[in-house]
């Protein structure tokens, strides 16, 4: 019981990271960090229990499972918690995260249209948003209601824009299901015949001549 | 329409020769062949007459009227002939046209396959002249009034490269025509054995080395002119450069299997159609205005004649393609899957999904308003995302790649070739984050650490190829070794020259992985204002403005010190062109190649413009790292393509087991 309420916090801390990782705010990471530590407690918890109880075996073998996951957790932090970004660091992430709108195609920080109405007034907006203190999903949400879905500069990981997404790594995929098929095929193949008089000596023969081959030519 | 009524008849006396073989469809077949040859001469005088007409600045024209005036330099009065719609066209008419002249000049190679190229490429010839008669006219007349000046050429394109961008671009784009043409030729006439392919390779090699080059001006263009401190904005219009780019890689690469192992006709056959129709869809999505995109030089409705056109290309290709797939059969069987025919399949999967996913990312906007009924943006972050990781892993292959035997590759063989490019990338890696690149900080870091990873490892295997290949000459032939590994690249072109065209991808990608430590600052400067950035101290020493008959411009006068010593002095510049009413800015470019040679970085500075309370400029400067690199690699990717097309030394000889089919091997099959 205690164990798959560890799991899920582990799949829930792991859900959230990723997140983070590409929002990068701070005061989750700091949340993250949090979690990290009742999750180490919680974990010592079932460990003095399992310890005490009379299922030796089971015991270690748990023990050893939360182990592991403290060692994933502390890499986890290790790897993902750096410095928090700063509001200008925010201001140039949300800002490559939207398009200007006056019709250049450029994403909003780079817009260097001279006097381009659109990029200024929007920066202004944005840099107003965040001294409010607005969190990224906020502010993103106003841009949206003003300016219209297009002013995000990827599609969102809701509902068809989901299919963006998706469709480039199933193709991947069932790409390379094919290629390992079409290879196996290859391999599968019956050896074509060859002309009369010629002929192809046992395997382990074969490749010595290869290797005799290379080696001579080594080009 | 002259020209129009000659490559009709070149495509009609053509198609109805190569159903006979006597005397008479032989001279029919001539005659055609000479009506080619004539339509060349047409369209050349044609464009001449244009080119003429932007010079004599006859604004009765309404084509010279909207994209030339009077004070435009005389080099960009050429460039007019490209800068519109429908002198594009004309110029796209051109090269075809040159190219089937060439190609009817050399008939005597192979008459029965030149005749069915001929054939293919007088249709696509038909449907280019049909939009300039009747649905792009470039000789159009300006209605009312004859305008005394003209609108004036964009001033976007008022600049040196793109003087030769887009013809590089379009002899890319049309080159592909060529190959097109002799795979569907060789398809439909069971063209038998791989002698299409040995006729095409030196074409497509040319196309594809013209379509680099227009590719990589087009991001130099976008560099050195747009003013936004980046070279790929994953704009429409370049997306659409960078798809025929990739399946037609795919093409040089997977033809070698063609060639040597006699395997993947079909595909070949679909990559070689899959590039053309891409070329063409380029042509589409940037002349029709569909998707919205900052190339919007010209836009009209002959999208529809495009889609009409790409529907029965492909329909054509489709149709003989699976009619004759028994024709395409492949004879020969691999032993082990570490092989390079494995590394050639996986290299073209890989190529293909990042074009596919340039190909979803441009189309998806219009799929989601069909579905949702709004439009969606699919801007860098979506291609960023996706398609670096799969270029990471095409790098990993282009490093590994040349490593592999045919047939079979032993593990004893890998390693001894791996070691020292593997120990060689590592040491990369370390060595970045020994510097204070920190993977874990940011998934870019992490892109740019496997990227420089994965560049270094490309880089080591080729020197190691040669070094491997030059001390084998050396030791047999007595030269030193470097003399040796001439020798080598002389003995091996096509394949030392693939090296050569490697080790120039590997310096675009370090050049582009530069990109996460970009710096920016923007300030409003007084005379006597600095900025800092990275290792510079900008000083803004003076700002003033001229005047001439083209332009009116202002520009600022920045001293660049660096460690206290002053290193250069820039002036970015804001232009304001009378004819068009259009402004452009002009930044200005200092790569420190004598300070930091291998880490060399691009200060570029840009004038946003003038605070018109205090009169003052606004400068934004950036730091782009390794940006020069990008050029370098392409200038080495280019040499490495010529000397590929160089004949080499000592023919070097291909044997391929040849199929009999015999009682005791029928049932066998293939």
Redesign the interface.
């Not at chain 1, 193949?189 to 009369?196: E, M, N, S, Y």
């Given at each position: 019981m205690k164990l798959s309420l560890k799991s899920k916090e582990l799949g829930f801390w792991v859900a959230e990271r990723f997140q983070m990782?590409?929002r990068?705010q701070m005061v989750q990471r700091f949340q993250m960090v949090q979690r990290f530590w009742v999750a180490q407690r919680l974990s010592a918890a079932i460990k003095d229990r399992v310890e005490s109880s009379a299922l030796a075996a089971e015991g270690r073998r748990r023990t050893q499972l939360r182990t592991l996951q403290a060692l994933l957790l502390t890499a986890a932090v290790?790897?993902?918690v750096?410095?928090a970004p700063s509001p200008e660091a925010r201001f140039h992430d949300l800002g490559?995260?939207m398009?200007c709108t006056c019709?250049?195609?450029?994403?909003l920080l780079?817009?260097?249209h001279?006097?381009c109405q659109s990029s200024e007034k929007m920066r202004n907006q944005l840099q107003a948003a965040l001294d409010k203190g607005d969190n990224d999903d906020l502010i993103l949400q106003g841009f949206v209601q003003e300016y219209?879905?297009?002013?995000?500069?990827?599609?969102?990981a809701t509902?068809?824009?989901r299919v963006?997404?998706i469709?480039?790594?199933l193709?991947?995929a069932l790409?390379?299901a094919?290629?390992v098929h079409?290879?196996?095929s290859?391999?599968n193949?019956?050896?074509?015949?060859?002309?009369?008089g010629?002929a192809i000596p046992p395997g382990h023969a074969l490749?010595e001549f290869?290797?005799r081959a290379?080696k001579e030519t080594?080009? | 329409m002259l020209a129009l009524g000659l490559s009709i008849y070149s495509f009609g006396a053509g198609l109805l020769s190569l159903f006979g073989r006597d005397a008479a469809h032989a001279r029919l077949g001539e005659t055609a062949r000479r009506a080619g040859i004539a339509t060349f001469i047409i369209v050349l005088l044609a464009a001449f007459i244009l080119v003429a007409a932007a010079f004599n600045d006859d604004f009765s024209i309404a084509y010279i009227y909207h994209h030339s005036n009077r004070d435009l330099p005389v080099a960009y009065k050429f460039a007019v002939l490209w800068s519109g719609q429908e002198g594009s066209l004309l110029f796209w008419s051109l090269l075809l046209a040159g190219y089937g002249f060439v190609l009817r000049l050399r008939y005597k190679t192979d008459q029965r396959l030149f005749a069915y190229a001929s054939v293919i490429i007088a249709a696509v010839q038909v449907f280019f002249l049909l939009i300039l008669n009747f649905a792009a006219h470039p000789f159009a007349l300006e209605q009312g009034m004859l305008p005394p000046d003209g609108a004036g050429l964009n001033p976007l394109l008022q600049y040196p490269e793109m003087v030769i961008h887009p013809p590089m671009l379009y002899l890319g784009y049309v080159g592909f025509t060529i190959p097109f043409a002799f795979a569907l030729g060789a398809l439909i006439m069971h063209y038998p054995g791989e002698k299409w392919i040995h006729i095409t390779r030196r074409w497509t090699m040319v196309t594809w080395c013209f379509l680099t080059i227009g590719v990589f001006l087009g991001a130099h263009w976008a560099y050195a002119v747009?003013?936004?401190?980046?070279y790929w904005?994953w704009?429409p219009v370049e997306n659409a450069s960078l798809m025929p780019w990739l399946t037609g890689t795919a093409f040089l690469h997977s033809v070698m299997m063609q060639e040597k192992r006699g395997?993947l006709k079909v595909w070949n056959m679909a990559l070689v159609f899959a590039t053309f129709l891409l070329s063409m869809l380029g042509t589409f999505l940037t002349r029709s205005g569909v998707i919205?995109?900052?190339h919007a030089f010209a836009q009209s409705s002959i999208g529809t004649w495009f889609i009409v056109f790409i529907a029965i290309t492909t329909a054509v290709c489709v149709f003989f393609l699976v009619k004759n797939l028994p024709y395409l059969k492949?004879?020969?069987?691999?032993?082990?899957?570490v092989s390079r025919?494995?590394s050639f399949?996986?290299n073209n999967?890989l190529l293909?999904?990042v074009c596919?996913?340039i190909l979803?990312?441009t189309f998806?906007?219009i799929i989601?308003e069909w579905?949702?009924g709004?439009?969606?943006?699919?801007?860098?972050?979506?291609f960023n995302?996706?398609?670096v990781p799969?270029a990471l892993l095409l790098l990993l292959l282009t490093a590994v790649g040349p490593l592999l035997?045919w047939?079979?590759t032993?593990i004893e063989?890998l390693k001894r070739n791996f070691l020292f490019p593997a120990i060689g990338s590592v040491a990369v890696g370390l060595m970045m984050v020994l510097f204070g690149v920190?993977p874990?900080?940011?998934?870019s870091y992490f892109y740019a650490v496997m990227a420089a990873i994965l560049s270094a490892l490309v880089m080591f295997t080729v020197i190691s190829e040669f070094v491997?290949?030059g001390r084998?000459i050396a030791g047999k032939s007595g030269q030193n070794i470097f003399a040796a590994m001439l020798h080598?690249c002389r003995?091996?072109t096509r394949r030392y020259g693939g090296y050569i065209v490697h080790f120039g991808v590997a310096l675009v990608i370090i050049g582009i992985l530069g990109t996460p430590f970009n710096k920016e600052v923007e300030k409003e400067m007084a005379y006597g204002d600095k900025i800092n950035i990275g290792p510079y101290t900008l000083v803004c020493q003076s700002y003033t403005q001229d005047d001439n008959p083209n332009y009116a411009n202002e520009w600022a006068i920045i001293n660049v010190f660096r460690g206290g010593k002053q290193v250069t002095t820039m002036y970015p510049e804001?232009r304001f062109y009378k004819a068009s009413g259009q402004?452009q800015?002009l930044p200005r470019i200092y790569p420190s190649f004598r300070q930091d040679l291998f880490l060399v970085t691009d200060l570029y500075l840009?004038y946003?413009?003038k605070n018109d309370t205090t009169g003052r400029p606004i400068i934004?400067a950036h730091l782009n790292p390794l940006v020069p690199w990008i050029w370098i690699g392409l200038i080495i990717m280019v040499f490495g393509t010529v000397v590929a097309l160089v004949p080499s030394t000592v023919p070097v000889p291909v044997t391929l087991?040849?199929?009999?089919?015999?009682e005791?091997?029928a049932g066998?099959?293939?």
């Open positions: 990782a590409q990068s290790f790897l993902f750096g410095a490559h995260r398009m019709g250049c195609g450029q994403v780079e817009c260097n001279v006097g219209g879905p297009t002013v995000i500069a990827a599609p969102t509902g068809f824009n963006a997404w469709m480039p790594f193709v991947l790409g390379i094919f290629a079409t290879v196996r290859w391999k193949r019956p050896v074509p015949a060859l002309a009369d010629i490749d290869r290797a290379r080594d080009l | 747009l003013g936004w401190g980046g904005g704009d395997m919205s995109s900052v492949s004879e020969h069987k691999l032993e082990s899957l025919e494995s399949l996986f999967l293909l999904v596919f996913t979803w990312g998806f906007p989601s579905v949702q709004h439009k969606v943006t699919v801007g860098p972050p979506f995302r996706v398609a799969v035997a047939r079979k032993s063989s920190k874990w900080e940011d998934p491997r290949g084998v080598l003995r091996n804001r402004p800015t840009v946003e413009g934004k087991a040849v199929p009999v089919r015999t005791a091997h066998a099959g293939d």
